[in-house]
């Protein structure tokens, strides 16, 4: 019997999950185990999932009670089903076009039952420490690689990873503020927020919804960010301000010298990566929420059996994860030959550096918008595995034109799969 590779998939959320897929060999409806490979997925909760496992309950550092989901009571995605899906494993007919969270959970949970990949996860299972079992002479890759675990019964033991860990910028005075602020991670539903003035931080995907809703209860809601004004409908109690430039006790002052009084504050300003449990050996870096060094945002550029799924932002997410992870298992079986360690970071660095020069900011490294369909396109080439179908790229830009022009109603449409 030919020697299994032992593959250590870290968290089983739908990059996990998928990673774990493709590992299979699956002919049809009936799966079997890989000939290749030995996989073993190590899950903190109790389920699948990640980030898509709704938890009413928030806690704080100083309760010593991290928790994993960033989800809403009321969240819907802003993307349609049709772009929200693994290759050959679509959502059920009668699905919505746009997916309450707790539907896409439950699609998850199909598609793990489906592949029968239950079998191959730990539960309750955190990872304290991945480090490479280096010799003296190590490169070229592969390298084993030891992984350390333990059972965690509590939640109270888990570890903040990918999408957990929200970013708090910073502003003058802030310590002072009598009112709320808190990040859209801790954020649940609006009914606490009431007849109150609110400003929502960030005019992305999660800042214009959580704002919208918001404005359901609320007296007032300013809409605080740095880009061009919207120029689409907006509830009519939604005002549109400049970067807050500072707190004065119960009022913000934003930066075109606006002074308004406001009871919360809530920062839509998304989250750092978080890789805690990798030793200094793995030589991982997160300066500017950019991980380096890594090839195509994906593969580490010393070590070729090590891969960061799912880092991408601004993308299809279901079927940018099915390309990635049919590029890291063509890797691990020697089907795509990869550059040099050298070469891979020089690919990496003339990305980022085009990103500079368009005007991007650095945390925005892994950003794709329109960069993912060619960057698809590669990976596909690359491992030789068919091209995402052209429905999906342009589904998700009729979605996106549709959520700029109506940001109050286009979760209510029904979408094709040949939206053009």
Not at 373 to 398: G, S
Request: proline residues 5%; neutral net charge.
């Amino acid at each position: 019997m030919a020697y299994k590779q032992k593959v250590a998939v870290i968290g089983c959320g739908p990059a996990g999950l998928c990673m774990l897929k493709h590992l299979m060999r699956s002919n049809g409806d009936h799966v079997q185990s890989s000939e290749y490979f030995e996989a073993i997925g190590f899950e903190q909760q109790k389920r699948i999932g990640g980030t898509w496992v709704y938890d009413e309950n928030i806690g704080s550092e100083e309760e010593g009670r991290p928790w994993q989901s960033s989800m809403y009571k009321n969240l819907r995605t802003n993307l349609s089903k049709h772009v929200m899906s693994f290759r050959n494993f679509p959502y059920p007919d009668n699905a919505p076009s746009f997916l309450h969270h707790s539907e896409v959970l439950a699609y998850l949970e199909d598609f793990a039952n489906h592949f029968g990949l239950h079998q191959y996860i730990k539960f309750q299972t955190q990872v304290t420490l991945v480090e490479p079992c280096l010799a003296k002479s190590f490169l070229p890759s592969p390298v084993k690689w030891k992984v350390t675990y333990k059972r965690c019964q509590e939640s109270a033991e888990m570890e903040l990873c990918h999408f957990s860990v929200p970013y708090y910028p910073s502003f003058i005075g802030e310590e002072k503020f009598q009112g709320t602020i808190l990040h859209s991670h801790d954020y649940r539903s609006p009914e606490q927020f009431s007849g109150k003035i609110i400003v929502c931080i960030g005019a992305k995907s999660s800042g214009i919804d959580i704002g919208i809703e918001l404005c359901s209860v609320a007296k007032k809601v300013f809409l605080s960010h740095r880009g061009h004004p919207l120029t689409s409908e907006l509830p009519k109690n939604m005002i549109q301000k400049p970067e807050i430039q500072e707190f004065i006790s119960n009022y913000v002052v934003f930066e075109n010298g606006d002074t308004e009084h406001v009871d919360a504050v809530v920062l839509c300003t998304g989250y750092k990566f978080n890789f805690p449990f990798l030793h200094d050996k793995c030589n991982v870096k997160t300066l500017h929420n950019r991980v380096t060094p890594l090839y195509k945002h994906l593969v580490h550029a010393d070590f070729h059996n090590f891969f960061f799924l799912g880092l991408c932002t601004q993308v299809a997410p279901f079927p940018m994860l099915d390309m990635q992870a049919a590029f890291c298992k063509a890797v691990l079986q020697g089907q795509v030959s990869l550059p040099s360690a050298g070469e891979m970071i020089r690919d990496a660095n003339e990305d980022f550096e085009e990103r500079l020069k368009s005007g991007m900011a650095k945390h925005h490294a892994h950003m794709m918008g329109l960069r993912q369909w060619e960057y698809n396109d590669e990976l596909a080439d690359m491992c030789n595995v068919p091209r995402l179908p052209v429905q999906i790229m342009n589904t998700y830009k009729y979605v996106e034109q549709k959520r700029k022009m109506y940001p109050m109603t286009y979760k209510y449409m029904s979408v094709s799969y040949e939206a053009q």
